[in-house]
Every structure is written in structure tokens, then in C-alpha cells.
């Protein structure tokens, strides 16, 4: 199997924590496309004790070359049947395989160029040894030839066997053989040996997951005529040629691909998928109704509510806009922070409580019910564990944080917003503070005395003017009218500002609002549960492609139920 496609299977395995399959394991006999040689190609004999697997490779090559035995441990070496000009490159590959285990006999026919002709032990006798070498071999081997004896092939450990190594090679590639069918045929005719094939056929089909029955070739290793013997050597022997050979190892990929691909649709996936997407809504429901909703709500209401807030939100843009009028700046200066003073409050107060409880405890509560309904939140929250004390009160202290960035924020972009007047107001603003201060007591006066009188008394009367305009009654009278003007003046500057302010921030969007860092503070609890799907989205996609790369379609619950 290639890298990515083992990682796709090991991620999956990771997520569904399910059994491993057969043909994932390192040693399972599956077919090594990769590590092939372009030019030649592995033929063996796979099958049971006794079969006839050494009489048939010696009737097919018309001469003695494997060992045949009635009795006993019977074939133990694999037996490599190679082209001359072969025999280094095959003695290289097979020393690698299975070393110190096999035997090479050379041959000059150069139409068997390529072709590497196995006699192999058994695959099913008290020999574990047997076995472990014709499995190795079967991981590099394109075509298998699945031999049984007619009396033993219904036996179940070679149709095991074969189940295993059609997931990664195509039976297209394999060949089937009943041998020994010169016995059935003496006792109960040539009808019987074709039953017999046809029932073998049923059961590699069923093995194979294949909907056409292959085809069955019956023999007898005695008689090179009989049955059919002919086609079957034509089969094996006949010459693959390159391009042959590349479309036959398609093929298996393909094989392989599918096989992979219906395991990976298989393993559950979806359900777990589904399954976390449930839990991560379940979760939002519950931290929404219990803790966010309200807690905005709370907080939502303070600010527009709470005097105390509005004042620590508002009054440093009071101080910045009535700072551009004169004298009244003064009177901002020292009555302000009087006023301000009864008015300190520390915003994160709003949000440690909420219902008389913590909001730690809230939290506590709510994941504590979270791993109740799914033991997979103990996994995903391992890190931060909610439910516990630390935790917990570790992200009620991060939502106080937030929050009270936010309304410093608020503050700054209230102050950014309104600290400055408008022009008019700049212009407007000297004039009815220092023009009011120079015109009533100063120069209103003097003018009106210098507009009544005539030229001639014009330097007396002024003078008087002027001279009981410095009288002490005069200053106090001035003075006092002077001071109620301003306060009014100040009160009514100070409530001006407040209310523009105060509307503004009635019709303020969602986004802008302190509030808002809840719903992050929310998305951030739930961070955990959200990655999860995303993982779990993203494998699925991968298996999605992976499936219809390989020519296989999800079957959807329909289809399953029928
Ligand atoms: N009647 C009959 N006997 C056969 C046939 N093929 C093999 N035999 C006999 O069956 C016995 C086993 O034959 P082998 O070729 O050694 O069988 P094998 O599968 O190589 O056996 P192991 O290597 O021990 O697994 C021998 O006595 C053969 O003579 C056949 O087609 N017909
Ligand atoms: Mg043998």
C-alpha cells in the first residue's frame, strides 16, 4: 500500500479507535506493486497439503524438476523455475524475500524470459513455517495459482487465504485449478468433475466478492492431454508482455484501491461525524441558554441602565469636550471629579455573577453534564478540563479580561468619537463664555453711557462709569451673575454631551458592542469540539476523494437498509 493511502487508514483507525483490517497489517499478504520488477513477474503454486502442486509444475514443464511425495512433510523450499539470463536478478529478489529458502534451476527457453515459476510448500499443514514463506512470496507475487485436489477443495483454510489476497490483487490475475480429477472421473464420470468445478467456482466467487463465477480448470497432473490440462498450461505459460504486465498490475492497484476505499466508507465515519456534530450544537445550545444569552443580557443592560457604568463609559469625553470652552473647563475641572468620585466602579463586576452563582460554576456545571452525555468530551477537553475547578475559573477570569478590555475600548472609541465639538461650536464657544465675562459687566456699561451722553461730558461720564463699574457692590453683583451664568452654562453643556452620548449608544450595532467578546468567549469554549469536526470533515472529504478516485461510490442509508 502506498504512504498516503496507510496514513488515510491509520488517521481513520485514530478517529474510529477500530479494529485494524487484515490487509493493513505489515505482514498480511498483500500484494507490493511498488517494489515490482518492471520485467518480471512471479507464477506460484498456492495451495493445501497434497494437492499436486509439484506434480503440476512437473507436468507442465514435461520433466522432473520438484520433488512429489505422498507422505510426509512434502515440499519445504520454494522451487524458482527461471530463464537463465534471469536467474541473478530473480536470486537477488528472492534473497531478499524469503533467504536460505529457496532453490534456482535455469532454463535457456527464452519464451519463459521473465517468468518466475514457483513449486511452493503448503498453506495449510501442522508446518507454520510452510505457510509464513508462501505468504511472504505472496506479497510480490502478480499471479497466483490457486491449486486444490478434488477431494479437499472444499476445505475452508485456502478459500481463507484466497479471500485475503483478492483484496489486493484482481482474481483477474489469478488462475483456479482442481487437480486429481482422473479419481472422481473413474468412479462417478466426467458429469461429476464438472459439478464439482462448478460448485469450487461458486465458492471462490463468494470469496473473491465477485459476481461472475471464474473459470475452473480441472486437471489431472498424470495425463498432459486430459481434461483441461492443454488450456491451462497455454494460461500459465504463455508469454506477458510489458504491456501486458503493466495493465495486469493496474489492475491490482485498482483492486487494491477499491478495497481500501470500500474499508475506509465502511469504518464508521460518518457516524461519528455526525455524532460530534451533534455534540458541538448540543454544547452551544446549552452554554448559549444558560450562560451567554443571559450574561449578554446582563451586561446589555447595564450599560444602557447603570449610572454608575454610563458615567465611567462617559465621563472622560465630558472632560475632553467641555475642555473647549473656556471657564467652563475650569468649573468641569474642579466640580467633575466630585461628581465622579461617588461614581467609581469596576467594570468586570458586571460579569462575575450571573443567577447569585459564579460563572465558573456555571461552566463547571454545564461540562460536567457534557461528559455525562458523551465520554467524548473527556478526550477533547483533556487539556482544559472544565469541569474541574481550575479550569474552569481560569475561563471565567479570561471572559473578566475580555470584557474589560472591551468596555475600555468602548470608552476610548466613545472619547475618539465625541471629545471634539464641531466647528461652529469651537467659534460659538468664546463668545458666550468670555465675550459673556467682558460684555455684561465691562463693556456694556461704558458703551451704553458713552452712546447716551454728549460729546462735551463724554471724558467725565466715562470716567464715572468706569469708576462704578470698580465699586465693590458693582463686582459682586457681576460676580454673582457671572457664576449662576456659568454653572447653568455648564450643567446644561455636561447634559448635552451625556444625551447625544447616551442615544448614540442605545442605537449601537451588535458588533461594536462590549457584549460582543461573550460570543467569542463562547465560540473559544467550544474551540475543542469545533476542531474535532473540522478534522473529522476534512478526513471525510479525504475518503470521498480517495473513493471516487478509486471508482467506488458511497452507498447511501437506502441502499444499505435494502
Ligand atoms: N491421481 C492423482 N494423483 C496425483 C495428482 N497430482 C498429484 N498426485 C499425487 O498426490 C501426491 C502429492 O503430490 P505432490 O505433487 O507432491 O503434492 P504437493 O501439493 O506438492 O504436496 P506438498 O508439497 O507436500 O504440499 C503424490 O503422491 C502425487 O503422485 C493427480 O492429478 N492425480
Ligand atoms: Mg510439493
Not at 467456482?201 to 459476481?211: E, K, L, S
Not at 498490475?249 to 461519528?272: F, H, I, N, P, Y
Not at 473540522?534 to 447511501?556: H, Y
Request: aromatic content about 6%; proline content about 5%.
Amino acid at each position: 500500500m502506498d504512504a498516503p493511502i496507510r496514513q488515510l487508514v491509520d488517521q481513520v483507525l485514530g478517529v474510529t479507535g477500530g479494529r485494524r483490517p487484515d490487509w493493513a497489517n505489515d505482514q498480511a499478504p498483500v500484494l507490493q506493486i511498488q517494489s515490482m520488477n518492471d520485467s518480471i513477474y512471479l507464477i506460484g503454486m498456492i495451495g493445501g497439503k497434497d494437492v499436486g502442486k509439484s506434480s503440476l509444475i512437473n507436468a507442465l514443464l514435461g520433466q522432473s524438476i520438484a520433488r512429489v511425495s505422498g507422505f510426509g512433510e512434502g515440499t519445504r523450499r520454494a522451487l524458482a523455475y527461471v530463464f537463465q539470463d534471469d536467474s541473478m536478478t530473480v536470486r537477488r529478489q528472492l534473497d531478499q524475500i524469503i533467504p536460505d529458502q529457496f532453490d534456482l534451476i535455469e532454463h535457456t527457453q527464452p519464451s519463459g524470459q521473465g517468468r518466475v515459476l514457483l513449486d511452493l510448500p503448503d498453506i495449510d499443514s501442522i508446518y507454520s513455517e510452510h505457510v509464513e514463506l508462501t505468504r511472504r512470496l505472496l506479497r510480490h507475487m502478480l499471479y497466483p495459482v490457486w491449486v486444490q485436489s478434488i477431494e479437499k477443495y472444499a476445505d475452508r483454510e485456502p478459500i481463507h487465504l484466497l479471500a485475503t489476497v483478492a483484496r489486493s490483487n484482481t482474481p483477474e490475475n489469478f488462475l483456479f485449478v482442481l487437480t486429481k480429477s482422473d479419481q472422481v472421473a473413474n468412479r462417478h464420470g466426467k458429469q461429476a468433475v464438472d459439478e464439482l468445478k462448478s460448485d469450487f467456482a461458486d465458492r471462490v466467487a463468494r470469496a473473491c466478492q465477485i459476481v461472475d463465477r471464474p473459470v475452473v480448470y480441472a486437471v489431472t497432473n498424470t495425463d498432459s492431454q486430459a481434461f483441461d490440462f492443454p488450456e491451462l498450461a497455454r494460461k500459465i505459460l504463455f508469454r506477458r508482455t510489458p504491456e501486458r504486465l503493466s495493465h495486469d498490475r493496474e489492475a491490482a492497484s485498482r483492486r487494491q484501491r477499491q478495497t481500501v476505499a470500500r474499508w475506509l466508507l465502511d469504518a464508521g465515519l460518518d457516524e461519528k461525524l455526525l455524532i460530534a456534530k451533534r455534540l458541538h450544537d448540543h454544547a452551544g445550545q446549552v452554554l448559549v441558554s444558560r450562560v451567554v444569552e443571559p450574561l449578554v443580557d446582563q451586561v446589555t443592560d447595564r450599560l444602557i441602565h447603570d449610572p454608575q457604568l454610563q458615567a465611567h463609559l462617559i465621563e472622560p469625553t465630558v472632560n475632553a469636550r467641555l475642555g473647549y470652552w473656556p471657564i467652563v473647563n475650569m468649573i468641569q475641572a474642579t466640580l467633575g471629579p466630585v461628581l465622579s468620585l461617588t461614581r467609581s466602579v469596576r467594570p468586570a463586576d458586571i460579569s462575575q455573577t450571573l443567577a447569585g452563582r459564579e460563572i465558573a460554576s456555571h461552566l463547571r456545571g454545564i461540562f460536567a453534564e457534557l461528559v455525562q452525555s458523551d465520554p467524548m468530551v473527556l478526550t477533547l477537553y483533556a487539556r482544559d478540563k472544565l469541569w474541574e475547578h481550575e479550569p474552569s475559573d481560569r475561563a471565567s477570569a479570561g471572559l473578566q479580561q475580555k470584557l474589560d478590555l472591551a468596555i475600555q475600548k468602548h470608552r476610548k472609541g466613545l472619547s475618539e468619537k465625541f471629545s471634539r465639538p464641531g466647528f461652529l461650536t469651537r467659534m460659538v464657544a468664546p463668545v458666550l463664555t468670555i465675550g459673556v465675562v467682558i460684555w455684561f459687566p465691562i463693556l456694556q456699561p461704558i458703551l451704553q453711557t458713552l452712546l447716551q451722553d454728549s460729546a462735551s461730558d463724554l471724558t467725565r461720564e466715562t470716567i464715572l462709569t468706569v469708576v462704578e463699574l470698580l465699586s465693590a457692590s458693582y463686582l459682586l453683583q457681576s460676580v454673582g451673575f457671572l457664576a449662576i451664568y456659568f454653572l447653568i452654562l455648564w450643567m446644561w453643556l455636561r447634559w448635552r454631551t451625556t444625551r447625544r452620548i447616551q442615544r448614540y449608544l442605545r442605537q449601537k450595532t451588535e458588533t461594536d458592542h462590549p457584549a460582543a467578546v461573550i460570543l467569542e468567549w463562547q465560540d473559544q469554549l467550544l474551540e475543542p469540539i469545533r476542531q474535532y469536526v473540522e478534522q473529522l470533515e476534512s478526513l471525510q472529504t479525504k475518503i470521498d476523494e480517495f473513493a471516487a478516485s478509486a471508482g467506488v461510490i458511497r452507498s447511501r442509508p437506502s441502499d444499505q437498509a435494502a
